[in-house]
């Protein structure tokens, strides 16, 4: 029998229609219709991004779905940003978004259903249409950057096959001790979801305080990175970008990424990205304002804080570096230490 089709005709190969999210269990998905200044307001591909206007969409199967994707997918233009959470990606997409022909995709909940079901066969099953989806766009696209929340890096070689390019972006641990440790919320975060970030990482699962069990967290991001790295299906494909380079020098870092994507980068690069005010608003929120500055003042006050938590911490990622014999992330711990390599 033929499924009825009531998706627009369109659907196909336009990026106006997103998979919202899905749910194997009911053999339904949820397509919303979206403009483009719908995609660029979004931080988060979630109910976060329905809230400023009434926006439609349907109620479908997967049987639809498939019915209505008659094109062949892009994948070559499908990129990924990569990251281990609360280290710039936002702010990093943000400035990907004003290349020309670039369509920013910031944590779309599918993806998130993918990485956190990789044993349930319902919820794999439907991988490559959310995968399809995603390559669509725009008349202008070129390129579509997907910016996933941290926890679908764990998926990253598999989502890697098949797509374009892959960037993750990370900061030194110092750094992200400081940023996790200052709400408890965060903290918390990472914990919540403990087992999922450490699978397949080797690393022993002994009870730890904070400062140690968030370093093995992060240890366990970059341990997969680098594996990814060595891969040399993949490597030709990878950058590794430490944010603090993109801090220090916004328009030439930014330029190397979109280069690493195979985008071209306008002459006026640097103006553009100062005329846009990323750089002097919180990139989740832009009616908050925060800068360089800004956020160097509450790193300061966290480092204080929690000083000790994250002394404990570090020593606990150079013993665990040196044990593992991975001299390569050694650069890696501390703020203004140079990596082995990048």
């Given at each position: 029998?033929?499924?009825?089709?009531?998706l627009?005709?369109?659907?196909?190969?336009?990026?106006?229609y997103p998979l919202f999210a899905f749910d194997p269990a009911q053999d339904r998905a949820w397509v919303l219709h979206f403009r483009p200044e719908d995609y660029?307001?979004?931080?988060?591909?979630?109910?976060?991004?329905?809230?400023?206007?009434?926006?439609?969409?349907?109620?479908?199967?997967?049987a639809e779905l498939a019915a209505g994707l008659d094109l062949p997918p892009a994948p070559d233009r499908l990129h990924w940003l990569f990251h281990i959470g609360h280290c710039g990606s936002t702010l990093a997409s943000r400035l990907m978004d004003l290349l020309p022909g670039v369509l920013g995709v910031r944590e779309p909940l599918p993806l998130l259903t993918l990485a956190g079901s990789r044993g349930d066969i319902a919820t794999q099953s439907w991988r490559d249409i959310v995968l399809h989806l995603l390559t669509r766009g725009f008349d202008d696209t070129r390129a579509v950057i997907v910016k996933p929340t941290s926890l679908v890096t764990t998926l990253a070689g598999e989502l890697l096959h098949g797509s374009g390019k892959g960037c993750l972006l990370w900061v030194d641990l110092q750094t992200w001790l400081a940023t996790m440790l200052r709400e408890?919320?965060?903290t918390d975060a990472v914990f919540d979801n403990e087992d999922w970030r450490l699978a397949g990482s080797g690393l022993d699962r002994d009870p730890l305080s904070d400062g140690p069990r968030l370093s093995r967290v992060w240890l366990a991001e970059q341990m997969r990175?680098?594996?990814?790295?060595?891969?040399?299906?993949?490597?030709?494909?990878?950058?590794?970008?430490d944010f603090a380079s993109l801090l220090a020098d916004p328009a030439a870092v930014s330029?190397?990424?979109?280069?690493?994507?195979?985008?071209?980068?306008p002459a006026d690069w640097a103006r553009r990205i100062?005329?846009?005010?990323?750089l002097t608003r919180y990139a989740k929120d832009d009616a908050q304002?925060?800068?360089?500055?800004?956020?160097?003042?509450?790193?300061?006050?966290?480092?204080?804080?929690?000083?000790?938590?994250?002394?404990?911490?570090?020593?606990?990622a150079e013993a665990a570096i040196d044990r593992l014999d991975l001299p390569v992330l050694a650069g890696r711990l501390r703020r203004g230490s140079r990596p082995t390599s990048d």
């Open positions: 029998m033929t499924t009825p089709r009531r627009p005709g369109d659907f196909s190969r336009s990026a106006a660029r307001r979004a931080s988060f591909l979630d109910q976060r991004a329905l809230h400023h206007r009434d926006i439609p969409g349907w109620v479908v199967s997967r408890k919320d965060l990175w680098q594996q990814l790295m060595t891969d040399p299906a993949l490597a030709p494909r990878l950058m590794d970008l330029a190397r990424l979109a280069a690493h994507y195979g985008l071209e980068v100062e005329d846009s005010g990323l304002q925060f800068d360089a500055q800004t956020r160097e003042r509450e790193l300061a006050a966290a480092a204080d804080r929690h000083a000790s938590a994250i002394a404990e911490g570090l020593r606990w």
